[in-house]
T-cell receptor
Framework: GENVEQHPSTLSVQEGDSAVIKCTYS??????FPWYKQELGKGPQLIID???NVGEKKDQRIAVTLNKTAKHFSLHITETQPEDSAVYFC?????????WGAGTKLIIKP | KAGVTQTPRYLIKTRGQQVTLSCSPI?????VSWYQQTPGQGLQFLFE???????NKGNFPGRFSGRQFSNSRSEMNVSTLELGDSALYLC??????????????FGAGSRLTVL
């Protein structure tokens, strides 16, 4: 079955710097890749997603890139701010079921 | 517009007991899915309900069950609790269609501790 690996598990960056989180998936039939952000005490919330017919998508300071050949996708956050501190989850969709990565705890240092 | 409401938010049980968790989806959302979240394991899919029918099921033992009512509210039940069942249980709703193919709106979760 599908497997999603997410790295790193913890990422600490200086405020204002960029952060990159990477995920790899195993089944080439996966066709939808969302990213969710989970703040302390809350449920995850979708921040950006990408479909398999697109290579890159941007939304202000957030971007996602997809490399179908290599079967990996990445979340890029530029000009990080304190409110970016959270746990980020990637996922891939296969057969109408989302398979989730283990999460990345992003720490923004002042 | 009210979000996804999960009750109770926190609960403590002992091994062997059972527990029932409740989820009220966003008004108009007909699909409800449940996830178990444990540290380092991400989100593990439990099951999805749509129009009172279980449409998809994850790889969990039969001790985990659920149901959905005609008003789309959903409950999940865990019987014969084990220490390893301690986790945050998240519910998510989507308007229609397969939950995985749509944006999930999550509740804040029910944190279960099994002693």
């Amino acid at each position: 079955g599908e497997n999603v690996e997410q790295h790193p598990s913890t990422l600490s960056v200086q405020e204002g710097d960029s952060a990159v989180i990477k995920c790899t998936y195993s089944d080439s039939a996966s066709n939808y890749f969302p990213w969710y952000k989970q703040e302390l005490g809350k449920g995850p919330q979708l921040i950006i997603d990408i479909r398999s017919n697109v290579g890159e998508k941007k939304d202000q300071r957030i971007a996602v890139t997809l490399n179908k050949t290599a079967k990996h996708f990445s979340l890029h956050i530029t000009e990080t701010q304190p409110e970016d501190s959270a746990v980020y989850f990637c996922a891939s969709l296969l057969n109408y079921q989302l398979i989730w990565g283990a999460g990345t705890k992003l720490i923004i240092k002042p | 517009k009210a979000g996804v409401t999960q009750t109770p938010r926190y609960l403590i049980k002992t091994r062997g007991q059972q527990v029932t968790l409740s989820c009220s989806p966003i008004s108009g959302h007909r699909s409800v899915s449940w996830y178990q979240q444990t540290p380092g394991q991400g989100l593990q899919f439990l099951f999805e309900y749509f129009s009172e029918t279980q449409r998809n099921k994850g790889n969990f033992p039969g001790r985990f069950s659920g149901r959905q009512f005609s008003n789309s509210r959903s409950e999940m039940n865990v019987s014969t609790l084990e220490l390893g069942d301690s986790a945050l249980y998240l519910c998510a709703s989507t308007p229609q269609g397969a939950a995985g193919a749509n944006v999930l709106t999550f509740g804040a979760g029910s944190r279960l501790t099994v002693l």
